[in-house]
């Protein structure tokens, strides 16, 4: 990559490890799995229940503002 003239920059990046307040051991870093959501999907069932009458918006004024942020997902 420098070769190329990709690298903008290096600079030190400290990094904290934690550490066990009875023992003094390090706490290493536990990983978790991730999961995802298909927002599209949500957002088309959440809308079709609206206008199913399957969910109710109370006050009904707001089902317009609903539909505006979940129609643009």
Do not use: H
Not at 35 to 43: P, R, S, V
């Amino acid at each position: 990559m420098e070769a190329m003239g990709l690298i903008k920059g290096k600079k030190p990046n400290p990094m904290r490890l934690g550490l066990c307040s009875k023992s003094n051991d390090v706490i290493e870093p536990y990983l978790k799995p991730q999961w995802y959501a298909d927002c599209k999907e949500l957002a088309r069932r959440s809308c079709d229940a609206v206008r199913n009458k399957e969910l109710t918006i109370i006050p009904s004024e707001y089902e317009q503002t609903w539909f505006d942020w979940l129609e643009k997902i």
